[in-house]
């Protein structure tokens, strides 16, 4: 699983830090979530292949985290794609699109399938046979989303040498595989565990942003790998948290240790502060296991 | 007269290159012309005071000219603007702004003021003691008009010794400048030519961009001083300048020669090319005098 981070800054885009957008590489998808001004530039720069994005993730409607959406839309229509595009946000979000395509004549060549949220409560939202995504319903002025991106459990790997010891024939090692016990011609049943490994364990990444400090999103995290949890301000602006229904660095660590993930990646940084190792800092008097997210910046898992 | 070009290159934004957007300084106002996707970053880059733009002329609704336009809207409220905001561009601009405004439940708190334009003959947009600005309808794909910014004529300046020769009293000097003759008290007329001189020629420009070849545009534009004309393609692309109404480099010049224009300035290029070097060598076979726009360029006049 790997994570490219395209922009984490709240607010407007600037020369030096762009809105929010990322790249989540996981099971052969690139899932793009939300799309600020100038996410296709960043694309480009970061050389992420625009083809092999086919469903895009858009938490709210707030500039910040998708007026970059008409461009990359209207973008993939000139480079000639063809393939369907799946856009998952709020409702109005495909009121909003149609209308600035409708405007420059510019229809895309290429299905463009809008999946409108408008839950409160988290759904299934994609599934394959490799990954699936749930939202989850966060806390902001606006009707938000976060989403939670699951790999499945893998199949249990053949210890061949435990395999070798028995008189199984290959055509049963896929089912072995699938977790079945083996049972033998003479009807002795030889343990999955015995002829086994755990697979792999599965990664999850949940992406949650933006957000007043949310606890009731502890339970539906827990045992989650790898949370990007917004922090736009620090405690000392805490008063200005609450207002904006935005999260601190501090609160982004309480609900990491308490739901337990492994990594917590901070991001979506006011650009008030100059230097954003204070947030690391603050964060981790609360939870070890810190990252702070950085336009360019990749996470690899 | 100064123009910052923020953008200058057709279709998607790249790394290197961005969509169209430019600034207009005249006569104390800073005229904002197209607004592509990352224009705001482009104006933060070039260091140009946004909160000295209240005119915003917006050509047509294809995205690489007005992408930009909601983020930059946005800003502004961020940025604490309270002075009315401007903006003129075809009719569905309103909607459109509107629309992606109130998905975010972000209105601005200061006015923002649509002057929907639906014409398809020349008419007068913008008008103060200064400056006027009328439109340029265009041959594009869809309705686009280009915009022609024009100095009123200057008073005259007095010749001071020339009318220290005879006894007029200061009360007339702003008669005089204005363009009257003196009237002595003897009853004698001293000839306005006498006691002035012409005051400096007035600066004017014109943009006319998108648009196919238009010789149309030879008659609205005769005299004018300082002309921008896309040039999407070169001489040798011309079947796909006509496919898409847009120009070429030599059917710019034409125009710019045909109009009796002093300076031809091309934009607009089709990132396909390189270089844009040629763009100047074919046109200059056809008009002398002819610049090249680039991101970051700054004329003065």
Redesign the interface.
């Known amino acids: 699983m790997k994570l490219h981070i395209l922009g984490c800054y709240a607010?407007?885009?600037?020369?030096m830090s762009n809105p929010t957008s990322q790249v989540l590489e996981i099971k052969n998808h690139l899932f793009l979530i939300d799309c600020g001004?100038?996410t296709?530039?960043q694309l480009?720069?970061h050389k992420i292949k625009f083809s092999r994005i086919s469903h895009i993730f858009i938490s709210?409607?707030?500039?910040d985290h998708f007026?970059?959406l008409?461009?990359l839309i209207?973008?993939f229509r000139?480079l000639g794609r063809e393939k369907e595009l799946h856009i998952y946000g709020?409702e109005?979000?495909k009121?909003?699109i149609t209308?600035?395509l409708k405007?420059?004549?510019?229809w895309t060549n290429y299905p463009l399938i809008f999946h409108e949220l408008t839950k409160n409560s988290s759904e299934r939202i994609f599934e394959d046979d490799k990954v699936f995504i749930d939202t989850i319903p966060l806390d902001h002025?606006?009707y938000t989303n976060g989403f939670l991106f699951r790999e499945k459990q893998g199949e249990r790997k053949l210890n061949i040498e435990a395999v070798k010891k028995y008189p199984i024939d290959q055509a049963y090692y896929r089912k072995i595989k699938t977790g079945e016990n083996a049972v033998l011609e003479d009807g002795q049943i030889i343990r999955n565990e015995e002829l086994t490994f755990d697979p792999p364990r599965p990664w999850s990444y949940a992406y949650c942003s933006d957000t007043a400090f949310k606890p009731e999103l502890v339970s539906k995290l827990k045992g989650i790998r790898v949370m990007y949890h917004e922090a736009t301000f620090l405690d000392s602006e805490s008063h200005l948290a609450k207002a904006t229904r935005h999260a601190t660095a501090r609160q982004a660590a309480t609900i990491a240790r308490d739901a337990g993930v492994e990594t917590l990646i901070l991001g979506h940084f006011s650009t008030r502060y100059k230097e954003i190792s204070a947030f690391a800092e603050e964060a981790e008097s609360i939870f070890p296991g810190v990252l702070l997210a950085d336009d360019g910046k990749q996470f690899v898992f």
């Not at 607010?11 to 020369?15: D, L, N």
């Not at 405007?103 to 510019?106: C, D, F, H, T, Y």
Request: aromatic share 2%; no cysteine.
């Open positions: 607010a407007t885009p600037r020369t001004e100038g296709q530039v480009r720069k709210h409607l707030h500039g007026f970059g008409p461009g209207s973008t000139l709020p109005g979000i009121e909003a209308l600035m405007l420059g004549k510019s002025r606006i």
